[in-house]
């Protein structure tokens, strides 16, 4: 089925207005990159249990499995330790025929809050979640994140307002000295496709970031 016009047209919009406050942000400051310009990234892995219940028709979600990943913690502004800010957590899964990118990021966990931005002080406070749903074999899917320790998190999926079922928990093994750029709209999991909407939606804010990169030592260090 095709996405309503006046989806696509609020889509381009609302992606318009994303990059050009990404690139404000980008002007306005000089770490290297404009957002989630501090964090760390650790090699992990992904322990799939599935879930009792019903099959998303999603293999990757519903079959058990593991997987070697990346993980970046980071927060998106970066502002001083202890300040409330926009906590994002991104995954590097090694899949079969390549890897896929995730990318969550702090918000509610109820059925209207998912989809809205949260500030947080900790990434093991809030819940994470991909903010706009993914497109699975019935229907809209929403990934999302909770911390359950120091070094691990429960992985969930739910429908678009249904309620959370973990499949998943993510293990943060050691630090992995190297820095990561990730692209969930080129590598969504397996099974799942990215919404033309949330793609268009999506896309300028990513594009307008990575522009916004600088080399390393072109402005003050974090």
Known sequence: MSTPRPVNQLARAGGAILAAATAAV????????????????????????????????????DEPGTDP???????????????????????????????????????????????????ARSPHSPALTTLMPYRGPHGPLV????????????????SARGPWRTFAALRLLRPAPQEISFD????????????????RLREPAYRSAQDGRRAPDAGAPD
């Open 26 to 61: 980008d002007a306005v400051r000089t770490a290297e990159k404009p957002l989630h310009p501090r964090g760390e990234v650790w090699e992990a892995t992904l322990e799939r249990t599935g879930h009792p219940g019903p099959p998303t028709g999603v293999d990757w979600i």
């Open 184 to 199: 969930p709209l080129r590598f969504p999991p397996p099974g799942l496709d990215n919404y033309r909407w949330t793609a």
């Open 143 to 158: 990934l999302g994140a909770r911390s359950t320790g120091p070094d691990t998190y429960a992985v969930a999926w739910a």
């Open 69 to 119: 990943a990346l993980a970046r913690v980071s927060t998106a502004i970066g502002l001083p330790t202890g300040w409330p800010d926009f906590q994002g957590l991104a995954l590097r899964v090694d899949v079969e025929h390549g890897w896929s990118d995730l990318l969550l990021a702090s918000t509610g966990s109820g059925a209207l809050t998912r989809f809205l931005l949260r500030p």
